[in-house]
Nanobody, 128 residues
């Protein structure tokens, strides 16, 4: 079974940085996508960034472009979300989600309902 384990959240001041990790196990091939979503209290779940695990190409949400980057380490079966210039509005629970056949997600990477596997969330709090 596919399992995703997210970690790295914490409390940081505005303007600071954090790196989230999502350790993936159980995928039978590299042909999958892993995406970070976040959900703030009272708000809908929002796609942050996704990565095609096979070729490393990434997707970024408009609200984080220029500040967040996503990468993966195949040797560690882990993807990372590097978050810089954090703002209070980045405060949320961050989840990693995954599904097979990454090529099918070119236009739907940001649709939470399309993902089959979810990790537990990790809380990021940005203080002003």
């Amino acid at each position: 079974d596919v399992q995703l384990q997210a970690c790295g959240g914490g409390l940081v001041q505005a303007g600071g940085s954090l790196r989230l990790s999502c350790a993936a196990s159980g995928f039978s091939s590299d042909d999958h996508i892993i995406t970070w979503f976040r959900q703030a209290p009272g708000k809908e779940r929002e796609a942050v960034s996704g990565i095609d695990y096979g070729d490393g190409s990434t997707y970024l949400g408009d609200s984080v472009k220029g500040r967040f980057t996503m990468s993966r380490d195949k040797a560690k079966n882990t993807v990372f979300l590097e978050m810089n210039s954090l703002k209070p509005e980045d405060t949320a629970v961050y989840y990693c989600a995954g599904s097979y056949e990454a090529h099918k997600y070119a236009d739907t990477w940001d649709k939470a309902d399309e993902y089959n596997y979810w990790g537990q969330g990790t809380l990021v709090t940005v203080s002003s």
